[in-house]
């Protein structure tokens, strides 16, 4: 049912992306982008659930939920607009003033989007005149999408995109998405920045239930290092330009919607953990048999965020005590000894726990799958039906290295 | 009315400790102690709240909550007895009747204590012919209990001992402790290992009500890495040898019993968090002016549990950006707008956010004060009367370097 193709979100009809070298906190790269519809869209957003929302958020918040269309957003990196108060609130505005005057579109049309140091300032003017750059740079080749999805990088390796080609009553939609984020990742809404585009027709409610019903088991489970960031965004824009039949209540259309958006936002989030600050490996968990699916949420997002169980990983050791540890105090009830644990990877799979206790399995085997860059725990509760799939990163020297000296 | 004193364990009383090289994993080192007291203790305990609970832990609880009194401890470093099923616990049992024997007191007044790699069982021989040792080697100076503490470490770096002398009724009463612990240190109950030792006569409810309330606020504020293990316990032990009226209701006798111990605690609590694994300095956070009690301790503990903030003070960098993020994803509600932060050290103290935004503070200044073995970050958020302190360490390479092949 779903065409993976080798684009991001230039892949939609109508769809625009581009680049520019603001020169805001970064020295010779790119570090502004914009996403630009040529039709107005109906939008969705998820975003970070802290007490701590940067102006940006706050300003998102009130587009995708009091405003009636997105057309663009403005992203930046470099600094992250968060604990800047009304000055902060007042750049995105201003931001949002200069798109709009550019692009000739309604301010409130125009989304805003920030990463990198909190507590800074934007430089206005560089951010004004950048916008200007975005708009006269900005194309809809695949290119166009990839050097966006550049420009919003801070300690990401990787530029993280996605698209896909579905079918909606019989017209050919697509989708595209890119995102960001290395570290202060541990969203409970969504994660750094991601940005989804799709040309399908959709109305704007059930847009905004796909949206919230997938964060819950893409974004919202995975971690780098358990800091919920104060950045946190997804925006979702659909411009109906592929001209397949309006999808207005939950049918098969619907479902094939929320099966794209799926495999966007899982292949997005699986990025952002394989890619996590200083990070030699995708590390997932995968819990099976639980009593419930948020207990089985509960419990893959206490193994992967235990620093100690990322450190064994990082040092390839099946320190499956570590493992067995961090669901005994994810919070959720259960009896230890009828607990299995396998690791497998693309070197095998092993059992290394049977009923709470070691297999007495081969240390070399287990060293050898743990030496792969994706690794998966698998934890058989043996208490029910449900299962969930969390996804984050070993904990590496070079993660404390990136952080004790960020902003220097 | 506290007189603190150079000792340990062996300070109150008729206690006497000692260790012993057992070789149960470590080489040419002393890897068992034993904490005795001549006359029958009332005792008391608080545990891990890990739903997976290592062997000598369940073992601990039974004695304390069901048996009459508690006379002496065996305690071994380098396998924790955690994950190992029946077999475990009757190494638990075996130890105590080995104890028993050799000490001429009931197998039921024996406590036992592990703490090291979970999964491995326990090479009962050599343990069984420790114990033999142990009830040789033991005796009542400093020395002694110094012994103990240091045959108790497994990544501590030093021993950690209190001991304090007090008043009650006109009689002078004693108490000492020492605790392990450096890695996996997220109490939610109480911490790896501690025993504290006192000669005051004490009613056993009382003991209990103590020791309880008092964990609340100081081993439960630590966090090293935010694992909490398998094996954590404290075990207070009154053996009544002073000679003091009996506490047996909750007067001044009580409250002075409860400030020596809250002392004693407090203080091997920052002695663990400042030798957090591979730490170079004890972090503390005061939240004060917070809604409750509660919220007080839950923004503080957020703060230094954040991996972000940790590796920006191992950095000496003043990112109060991160520690902002951390109240405001602890799940307590409050106003960022209304939040100062100050940081301090011996190198003085210094304003570094007003009303939720930066003061445009020296940053070479606030390098200098993060620059010291003990630093602290006080966040004042002008939303009522309440204050708690949490203590934690900063995260560095060698943290990484020490979990990332533990077991070799």
């Not at 990163?393 to 290295?401: G, I, P, Q, R």
Request: with cysteine; hydrophobic share 40%; aromatic share 6%.
């Amino acid at each position: 049912m779903l065409n993976r193709i080798e684009a991001g979100v230039t892949a939609p009809l109508g769809f625009e992306a581009g680049c520019a070298a603001a020169g805001i906190k970064y020295k010779d790269r790119t570090d502004m982008a914009i996403v630009y519809s040529k039709r107005p869209c109906v939008a969705a957003g998820a975003f970070t659930t802290n007490v701590v929302k940067a102006a940006p958020v706050l300003w998102d918040k009130h587009i995708v939920e009091d405003c009636e269309n997105l057309q663009a957003v403005i992203i930046n990196a470099g600094i992250a607009n968060a604990c800047t108060g009304e000055e902060g609130y007042g750049y995105c505005k201003q931001t949002a003033d200069a798109a709009a005057k550019v692009l000739n579109i309604p301010a409130d049309a125009v989304g805003v989007a920030s990463t990198g140091v909190i507590g800074m300032q934007l430089p206005i003017d560089r951010i004004v005149n950048g916008v200007s750059l975005l708009a006269a740079a900005k194309g809809e080749s695949y290119d166009d999408g990839h050097k966006a999805a550049r420009a919003i990088m801070t300690t990401d390796t990787k530029a993280k995109e996605v698209a896909v080609e579905f079918n909606i009553g019989g017209t050919k939609c697509t989708m595209g998405g890119m995102c960001k984020g290395a570290g202060m990742i541990h969203p409970n809404m969504c994660t750094m920045l991601c940005f989804i585009t799709t040309d399908a027709a959709i109305d704007k409610a059930l847009l905004t239930k796909a949206l919230k019903n997938d964060v819950v088991d893409t974004f919202n489970m995975i971690s780098v290092d358990g800091d919920t960031s104060t950045n946190d965004t997804v925006l979702l824009m659909a411009n109906a330009m592929a001209g397949n039949p309006v999808i207005c209540e939950e049918n098969e259309d619907y479902k094939t919607f929320c099966e794209a958006l799926h495999y966007c936002m899982l292949t997005l989030s699986k990025m952002i953990a394989g890619d996590g600050e200083g990070c030699t490996c995708l590390f997932e968990c995968t819990v099976v048999n639980a009593d419930t699916k948020q207990n089985a949420r509960t419990l893959a997002k206490s193994v992967i965020t235990s620093s100690l169980t990322k450190a064994a990983i990082f040092g390839h050791d099946a320190n499956w005590g570590r493992i067995l540890c961090a669901l005994g105090y994810s919070g959720v009830d259960f009896d230890p000894y009828k607990v299995d644990i396998y690791f497998k990877s693309a070197a095998g799979e092993l059992q290394i726990v049977k009923d709470g206790v070691s297999t007495g399995y081969s240390e070399d085997l287990a060293t050898e799958i743990l030496s792969q860059e994706h690794v998966t725990a698998v934890c058989d509760m043996h208490n029910g039906n449900e299962q969930a799939t969390a996804f984050g990163c070993d904990l590496t020297y070079e993660y404390v290295k990136i952080n004790g000296d960020y902003r220097s």
